[in-house]
């Protein structure tokens, strides 16, 4: 399990949190609005995250360290939220849809989560969240990211250069497009979903561990570089994935990201790229050899938030995975030596004075064919041997505060929401997708939730 790499980064991450803490001792690490004395609407599209405007992502590049809010409400470094939700779909799940919950119309306490979030000096800061999941009945430190940071002079330009100790490929990216911050933002995890995706689309959050090296040049070019480990048994534990790995990683698994965004009246625009490198051992068996995977992701946006009396936002990703699946061959998990995973996502949306927001999106995954791969499984497997899925979400909003005007700006802020999901293909096919009588359109889920935020 390479317990010696894994704790040799996780101590260096709370070594270098603990010095500047030290380093600091008459300030805390106070939560953002109140910190930086802005509106949420400052940072992000419809008042609410995680989707970030132009200033926003460039306060999380600069490390959450800008400044600016007054009195004692700026010195405290602790936020919070609470999801709760209510999830029907086409067709109730035998035996439920989770432990202790019904097979349909499952009202739910989705998570409740404490944030120690913002500025440590004028150097370096954090966002570290601790969830407890209402559905899987755990509490766990969820996405996390702490950074160093700082500004340098090249000439007339400006560049921003940083590290970032962080537990999950792309919980560290300031651009939705990528995959752990990118749309639907919210989701019911009381309804199936497609069972697999690329590793880069999320599979290796919270598994992992690692630390990036970041520039931003000109407020525009955008670069980074760095390497995760799989975390061992101890680490595991704590974020709460401890038995659900997708596999050991024996060595260091390389990442890179690359963009470049345009600012211009009231509008912005990104196109940039993500590669990822694995090899793993497949259900964390020793002695079998690896499995490889090598993901390229091709990412974009576009935002339009001219006065903020009428916002409109585009994104999109293309993601291809090639795998070279040696040790699942050689152990009768695959049918194939090589396959190959890819992913489209799109998604835009329309908000109102950042208070009433219309959100369209769409989800296609596609791949070679696997018969052990992607075998026949109640609900989550398939009957054709083919990941094929497709999603094509609606979802309506309302965000009553989160402005500067706000009732108790910025403490209450609320968010309610009602989304439909559609699957005209569900893991391989549109009938009988399970080998167990189940169409896709069963999954179809109608999910109203509302987000507190404070």
């Known amino acids: ?42 940072c992000h599209i419809g008042a609410f995250g995680p989707q970030l405007n132009n200033f926003g992502r460039a306060f999380k590049i600069g490390g ?12 405290i470094p602790l936020a919070g939220f609470v999801q709760t939700s209510f999830t029907h779909t086409s ?14 119309n499952n009202p739910a306490l989705d998570q409740v989560s404490l944030f120690l979030a913002g500025r440590i000096n004028d150097y370096a800061g954090a966002f570290i969240q601790t969830t407890y999941d209402g559905i899987g009945k755990s509490a766990f430190v969820d996405n996390s990211d702490i950074r160093l940071t700082t500004p340098l002079d090249i000439g007339d330009t400006n560049m921003r250069i940083g590290l970032s100790f962080n537990n999950g490929p792309t919980v560290q990216d300031p651009f939705n497009s990528s995959m752990v911050w ?15 995706e690329p590793l880069l689309m999320g599979g290796l959050q919270g598994y992992v561990l690692g630390l990036t090296a970041y520039a931003w040049y000109d407020n525009a070019l955008y670069a980074e570089f760095g390497a995760y480990r799989t975390m061992d048994d ?63 992701a091709l990412d974009g946006s576009y935002q339009w938030t001219g006065d903020g009396t009428n916002i409109f936002t585009f994104l999109g990703s293309m993601t291809h995975e090639a795998q070279h699946l040696n040790a699942s061959y050689s152990q009768g998990l695959s049918a194939n030596l090589n396959n190959t995973l890819d ?11 950042n208070t009433y927001g219309v959100q369209l999106g769409m989800k296609r995954i596609w791949g070679s064919s696997d018969s052990l791969l ?23 909003d309302w965000v009553p505060f989160g402005k500067d005007d706000s009732f108790m700006q ?27 009588g189940r169409n896709a359109s069963g999954n179809n889920t109608v999910y109203a939730f509302a987000w507190f935020a404070f």
């Open 91 to 104: 067709s109730g799940q035998p035996g439920g849809a989770a432990p202790q919950f019904g097979p349909n």
């Open 343 to 353: 992913e489209f996502r799109a998604s835009g949306s329309y908000w109102y004075l």
């Open 234 to 296: 101890r680490l595991s534990k704590l974020f709460g994935s401890y038995g659900n790995a997708p596999g050991n990683a024996p060595n260091a698994l390389p990442y890179a990201r690359v963009a470049y965004e345009w600012d211009w009246g009231g509008q912005s625009a990104h196109i940039g790229g993500i590669a990822l490198f694995a090899s793993l051992q497949p259900q964390e068996m020793v002695g079998v050899g690896t499995d490889q995977y090598a993901d390229y």
């Open 410 to 436: 910025p403490f209450a802020n609320v968010k309610v929401g009602l989304q439909y999901t559609y699957y005209p293909e569900f893991n391989g096919a549109s009938s009988n997708y399970d080998g167990s």
């Open 1 to 42: 399990m390479h317990v010696r790499s894994s704790r040799l980064i996780a101590a260096l991450g709370f070594a270098i949190l603990c010095l500047l803490i030290l380093a600091s001792p008459a300030r805390a690490v106070p939560s953002f609005a109140s910190q930086t004395g802005q509106p949420c609407t400052a």
């Open 182 to 196: 990118g749309p639907p933002y919210e989701g019911s995890a009381l309804a199936p979903a497609p069972s697999w």
């Open 374 to 396: 992607y075998a026949p499984a109640p609900i989550s497997g398939s009957r054709t041997g083919k990941p094929d899925s497709t999603a094509l979400i609606a979802e309506l």
């Open 64 to 75: 959450y360290t800008l400044s600016g809010g007054e009195g004692l409400a700026s010195q």
